[in-house]
T-cell receptor
């Protein structure tokens, strides 16, 4: 069964450093999402991406964040200058055609900012 | 704005007993409702969804959920709990009026299910 994959599984970085989290959505899916989950808290929407542009973003997704689909398979989330409060589990999700409603999630990348 | 409430942080149930994990929602348009499960150190796995039709929805691993419009609830149920069902369960909603590529899903805070052998 096709699944969303994410790399790395765990990323440790120093405050102020740039990180890039990578996702490979399910092949032939068209809509892509990033969510995050701070330890012990609920899953929060960050951004949705369709047709090579951001469709919607939350207030969390400020200028320090960016997303890109550099090729036909990868979907990346970049944090330019990480802060301690960026420490969280980041989930990528993808969805197929407009008529489908279910977002399928990857296993997540745990980001630890020191 | 849309929101989800999961009133129980944790639910304990004995193996073999029926389980219920509660969820209520608030949304302006028609609710699209989802349940996801998260095992330790794993991502979110889709369990089931309600979009339209029969109020009782059946999903993976023997789980089902009942949509109740008047009570704005979408409780997750299973007739006989297994120890392997122990995990974190998230209810989620999106506004069915949103079309196209958006579909922001709002999650509840999660309920930890502990099935006791």
């Amino acid at each position: 069964e096709p699944e969303v994959t994410q790399t790395p599984s765990h990323q440790v970085t120093q405050m102020g450093q740039e990180v890039i989290l990578r996702c490979v959505p399910i092949s032939n899916h068209l809509y892509f999402y990033w969510y995050r989950q701070i330890l012990g808290q609920k899953v929060e929407f960050l951004v949705s991406f369709y047709n090579n542009e951001i469709s919607e973003k939350s207030e969390i997704f400020d200028d320090q964040f960016s997303v890109e689909r550099p090729d036909g398979s990868n979907f990346t989330l970049k944090i330019r200058s990480t802060k301690l409060e960026d420490s969280a589990m980041y989930f990528c999700a993808s969805r197929g055609a407009p008529s489908t409603d279910t977002q399928y999630f990857g296993p997540g990348t745990r980001l630890t900012v020191l | 704005a849309q929101s989800v409430a999961q009133p129980e942080d944790q639910v304990n149930v004995a193996e073999g007993n029926p389980l219920t994990v509660k969820c209520t929602y608030s949304v302006s348009g028609n609710p699209y409702l989802f349940w996801y499960v998260q095992y330790p150190n794993r991502g979110l796995q889709f369990l089931l969804k309600y979009i339209t039709g029969d109020n009782l929805v059946k999903g993976s691993y023997g789980f089902e959920a009942e949509f109740n419009k008047s009570q704005t609830s979408f409780h997750l149920k299973k007739p006989s709990a297994l120890v392997s069902d122990s995990a974190l369960y998230f209810c989620a909603v999106r506004d069915g009026r949103n079309s196209g590529g958006y579909q922001k899903v709002t999650f509840g805070t999660g309920t930890k299910l502990q099935v006791i052998p």
